[in-house]
């Protein structure tokens, strides 16, 4: 299979390519588990705040690409190819998992405006309910020395080394259908892990390799 672009740094490899033609082409049970973070149907891209005025940024251009969930053939597809899965959003998406007592619950401290507080993550594990409080709002809601987030509706690096922490086992093989910022390409380097991640969006997928040898090289440097 020929892919748009393919970026490799050791353990992880970088996709440029629409996820569901790339999980087509990998076995059964291939991955340990799948992290992924799908469009939730919401319109992120578009989001007012109390005041009425509408968000404005220069991190992504306005178009269609959270107005609707995955596809059937995404999730069959997902499934598939990995043995157990967290799935960001998952309050969204119940029509295709199955119950599940395992939930991530991240605590983002949005306070006194019209944000959530938080964000939900299914899991298919049989393990207690998870929380993580990491404080993400406004001028907060990016990563230590970025002048700015590189995608709308990125998380944390420190939030997927938890996942990865409490879910994963390292050196085991990760899958990443929308990879947005790269941040779990990061956290995966950090916690030993290899990992797949796919990014149909050019700019983000740029932009989300940039990133992840900017973090390599500032690691070089200490």
């Given at each position: 299979m020929e892919y748009s672009k393919k970026e490799k740094r050791g353990g992880i490899c970088f996709y440029n390519i629409d996820n569901i033609e790339f999980m087509k082409t990998k076995p059964d049970n291939f991955y340990d588990l799948a992290i992924v973070d799908p469009p939730y149907?919401?319109?992120?891209?578009?989001?007012?705040?109390?005041?009425?005025?509408?968000?404005k940024s220069t991190i992504h251009r306005q178009n269609d690409w959270d107005?609707?969930?995955p596809t059937a053939e995404y999730f069959e597809q997902l499934f598939r190819v990995s043995k157990n899965q967290i799935i960001w959003g998952g309050n969204y998406m119940t029509k295709f998992t199955q119950p599940s007592k395992s939930w991530v619950v991240w605590n983002k401290k949005t306070g006194e405006n019209s944000y959530g507080d938080g964000e939900l993550a299914w899991t298919s594990f049989?393990?207690?309910?998870?929380?993580?409080?990491?404080?993400?709002?406004g001028a907060n809601a990016?990563?230590?020395?970025?002048?700015?987030?590189?995608?709308?509706?990125?998380?944390?690096?420190?939030?997927?080394?938890?996942l990865l922490r409490e879910f994963?086992?390292?050196h085991t093989k990760i899958l990443?259908?929308?990879?947005g910022s790269m941040s779990i390409a990061i956290a995966c380097d950090m916690e030993l892990f290899e990992l797949d991640v796919c990014e149909i969006d050019t700019m983000y997928f740029?932009?989300?390799?940039?990133?992840?040898d900017l973090y390599?090289?500032?690691?070089?440097?200490?």
């Open positions: 149907g919401i319109g992120a891209g578009s989001i007012n705040f109390k005041s009425g005025t509408r968000k107005n609707a969930i049989d393990k207690p309910i998870k929380i993580y409080d990491k404080y993400w709002s990016k990563e230590r020395g970025q002048t700015d987030r590189i995608h709308p509706t990125q998380k944390p690096i420190n939030l997927y080394r938890f994963g086992e390292k990443d259908t929308h990879g740029k932009n989300g390799v940039k990133e992840y390599k090289k500032q690691l070089k440097l200490f």
